[in-house]
Nanobody, 122 residues
Framework: VQLQASGGGLVQAGGYLRLSCAAS????????MGWFRQAPGKEREFVAA????????YYTDSVKGRFTISRDNARNTVYLQMNSLKPEDTAVYYC????????????????WGQGTQVTVSS
């Protein structure tokens, strides 16, 4: 399964962006999907994850109430709606897939997209 992330860009603080991650293959709906991010000079960190059906979600504390992860299994796509963006959200955002459990552990995800840059100006 290939993952293709898109939707990044430059936005002012307080603005919003919607990231998309399109997956190839027929097994998309069998796996947990997630989003991670990596800021310059920092380690990759967990942002959000969603269960196979979309019925359960999991967020890192810093994005709760601002970001929403969702998925459309008919379109093999997972989304990350990012509202009230802050300069500290600036990072390359990565889509991750093929996890069997809802987790923040990057080692549990077996597929990774190429990343999309999000830059939030103050």
């Amino acid at each position: 399964v290939q993952l293709q992330a898109s939707g990044g860009g430059l936005v002012q603080a307080g603005g919003y962006l919607r990231l998309s991650c399109a997956a190839s293959g027929r097994t998309f709906g069998l796996y947990v999907m997630g989003w991670f991010r990596q800021a310059p000079g920092k380690e990759r960190e967990f942002v959000a994850a969603i269960s196979r059906t979309g019925g359960s979600t999991y967020y890192t504390d810093s994005v709760k109430g601002r970001f929403t992860i969702s998925r459309d299994n008919a379109r093999n796509t997972v989304y990350l709606q990012m509202n009230s963006l802050k300069p500290e959200d600036t990072a390359v955002y990565y889509c991750a897939g093929d996890a069997m459990i809802l987790t923040s552990n990057p080692a549990a995800y077996n597929r990774w997209g190429q990343g999309t840059q999000v830059t939030v100006s103050s």
